[in-house]
């Protein structure tokens, strides 16, 4: 008796087995999408492919796929991530190195399932957990546009990930954990133009790719949607009611934001916020608004909008009437007054000359009120470059101030410009940021 019974339990744990290896075969297993010859540019619509572009902008795909001092689109781009470095796919229409002999079918499935042409699975560096929510009009439009891009022929380097992660084969557990497949849905009770800006920042504008927390395995914790991440060592500031300037955002100052990377009232566009902008400022007005009424919608109710429409945000302190000398500050001596003077004081003192050139007042900037001091700390160790080179610059100070001036300028500025609390040790903070800049 014992010996059937015996047989019987081994029986169902083989059973088992194979029904789990088959289960697990099945989601690993993607087929190779046959080959196709190049499409023609002159095959496509070019009002398809001027539709393709505007999308391609909001993707932000140049960004990504584009080397320094490389190619348009031929990778290559070193891409940083607590598991290691990936480098860029090649998405020119290059046939043996880029994605020339790609169908639409090839691509979208890599866009929405994350699968290359050949069934490898990809990495999430390409934010198909974003991409997934894509109409296949507009991937029909990315796709045309990409189709008749100058190939270019050229291998990306090998990724450098932590051991084990290069096989690929375990991206298709990740997927089943945290790929969300299907389109973005409506809101019937809000506008059309908040429709279309939801769909924008969920889909191609991968907003929450930056803008949501992660967790251990890296997919985004979708409980904190927009509720502040981190990229590419800067952080990622929230983009709901728990941003530290959320009651000083409307729709009118994240649109110009948004395209200048400058917005009145607000600090610059700094890290990899920077070429976010430069890419809004040649998407057409209507997408952008779009994108700003409902990212505004998300930071403040309704009311609170309308309310901000038609009155002037109040800074806690407006530095045109301010003489930071004579403010209070736990930071008040004159070695620091003099490195202020020196170091900021041409851009940033009150009635300084290249304060009128659109620079924000230090009094507005967000990043000298947030809890953590990365953000500030960035900036003044990486400088903020304009958008496309339109308005003003702030250079690195990283080759010309030691950590410890670095911490006194930065506890300088929250003191007087600001009602926040000093940021406690920020002179290792510093430190610490340079290091990891370095690396």
């Given at each position: 008796?014992?010996?059937?019974q015996?047989k019987a339990?081994?029986a169902?744990?083989?059973l088992?087995?194979?029904a789990?290896?088959?289960?697990?075969?099945?989601?690993?297993?993607?087929?190779e999408?046959?080959?196709?010859?190049?499409?023609?540019p002159?095959?496509?619509?070019?009002?398809e492919v001027?539709?393709?572009?505007?999308?391609?902008?909001?993707?932000?795909?140049?960004?990504?796929h584009t080397?320094?001092?490389?190619?348009?689109?031929?990778?290559?781009?070193?891409?940083?991530?607590?598991?290691?470095?990936?480098?860029?796919?090649?998405?020119?229409?290059?046939?043996?190195?880029?994605?020339?002999?790609?169908?639409?079918?090839?691509?979208?499935?890599?866009?929405v399932?994350?699968v290359?042409?050949?069934?490898?699975?990809?990495?999430?560096?390409?934010?198909?957990?974003?991409?997934?929510?894509v109409d296949?009009?507009?991937?029909?439009?990315?796709?045309a546009f990409?189709?008749?891009?100058?190939?270019?022929?050229q291998?990306?380097?090998?990724?450098d990930?932590?051991?084990?992660?290069?096989?690929?084969?375990?991206?298709?557990?990740?997927?089943l954990?945290?790929?969300?497949?299907g389109?973005?849905t409506?809101?019937?009770?809000r506008s059309?133009e908040?429709?279309?800006?939801?769909?924008?920042?969920?889909g191609?504008?991968?907003?929450?790719?930056?803008?949501?927390?992660?967790?251990?395995l890296?997919?985004?914790?979708?409980?904190?949607?927009?509720?502040?991440?981190?990229?590419?060592?800067w952080?990622?500031?929230?983009?709901?009611?728990?941003?530290?300037?959320?009651?000083?955002?409307?729709?009118a100052?994240?649109?110009?934001?948004?395209?200048?990377?400058?917005?009145?009232?607000?600090?610059?566009?700094?890290?990899?916020?920077?070429?976010v902008?430069?890419?809004?400022?040649?998407?057409?007005?209507?997408?952008?608004q779009?994108?700003?009424?409902y990212?505004?919608?998300?930071?403040?109710?309704?009311?609170?909008?309308?309310?901000?429409?038609?009155?002037?945000?109040?800074?806690?302190?407006?530095?045109?009437?301010?003489?930071?000398?004579?403010?209070?500050?736990?930071?008040?001596?004159?070695?620091?007054?003099?490195?202020?003077?020196?170091?900021?004081?041409?851009?940033?003192?009150?009635g300084?000359?290249?304060?009128?050139?659109?620079?924000?007042?230090?009094?507005a900037?967000?990043?000298l009120?947030?809890?953590?001091?990365r953000?500030a700390?960035q900036?003044?160790?990486?400088?903020?470059?304009?958008?496309?080179?339109?308005?003003?610059?702030?250079?690195?100070?990283?080759?010309?101030?030691?950590d410890?001036q670095?911490?006194?300028?930065?506890?300088?500025?929250?003191?007087?410009?600001?009602?926040?609390?000093?940021?406690?040790?920020l002179t290792?903070?510093?430190?610490?940021?340079?290091?990891?800049?370095?690396?």
């Open positions: 008796m014992r010996r059937i015996s339990l081994l169902s744990f083989s088992a087995a194979v789990g290896s088959v289960i697990a075969a099945a989601i690993i297993y993607a087929p999408i046959k080959p196709v010859e190049r499409p023609l002159t095959s496509f619509d070019p009002g001027a539709k393709g572009a505007q999308l391609a902008s909001i993707g932000d795909c140049i960004v990504c080397a320094d001092g490389g190619r348009p689109f031929a990778g290559a781009r070193a891409l940083p991530t607590p598991f290691g470095t990936l480098y860029s796919d090649n998405i020119t229409p290059d046939e043996k190195t880029g994605i020339g002999n790609w169908s639409f079918a090839a691509f979208r499935r890599a866009m399932n994350g290359a042409r050949d069934g490898s699975h990809l990495y999430p560096a390409l934010p198909y957990e974003h991409f997934t929510h296949d009009a507009d991937l029909r439009a990315i796709y990409l189709m008749t891009r100058q190939p270019v022929e291998v990306q380097p090998k990724n990930l932590l051991p084990g992660l290069g096989f690929r084969p375990l991206l298709a557990g990740w997927k954990l945290f790929l969300h497949e389109p973005s409506r809101d019937p009770a059309a908040w429709n279309r800006g939801k769909y924008l920042v969920e191609l504008g991968h907003c929450g790719g930056c803008h949501t927390p992660r967790n251990i890296g997919g985004e914790e979708r409980s904190s949607d927009l509720s502040g991440g981190i990229a590419e060592g952080i990622a500031p929230a983009l709901d009611k728990s941003n530290p300037s959320a009651d000083r955002w409307d729709e100052s994240l649109f110009d934001y948004l395209t200048t990377g400058i917005a009145g009232g607000h600090s610059a566009a700094g890290g990899p916020m920077g070429p902008a430069e890419g809004l400022s040649t998407v057409n007005d209507a997408d952008v779009a994108i700003a009424v990212i505004a919608s998300r930071m403040k109710p309704e009311s609170a909008l309308q309310k901000a429409a038609s009155t002037v945000a109040t800074l806690p302190r407006d530095v045109a009437s301010q003489d930071p000398a004579s403010s209070k500050s736990t930071i008040a001596h004159p070695a620091t007054d003099t490195l202020f003077a020196g170091a900021c004081g041409g851009c940033h003192m009150p300084a000359p290249m304060q009128v050139t659109g620079r924000p007042p230090l009094s900037v967000s990043d009120r947030m809890t953590n001091p953000n700390i900036a003044v160790l990486q400088g903020v470059a304009p958008p496309s080179g339109r308005g003003p610059a702030m250079p690195g100070f990283a080759d010309i101030l030691t410890q670095i911490a006194d300028l930065l506890g300088y500025a929250r003191a007087h410009f600001t009602d926040a609390s000093p940021w406690p040790d290792a903070e510093v430190s610490a940021i340079r290091k990891e800049d370095a690396r």
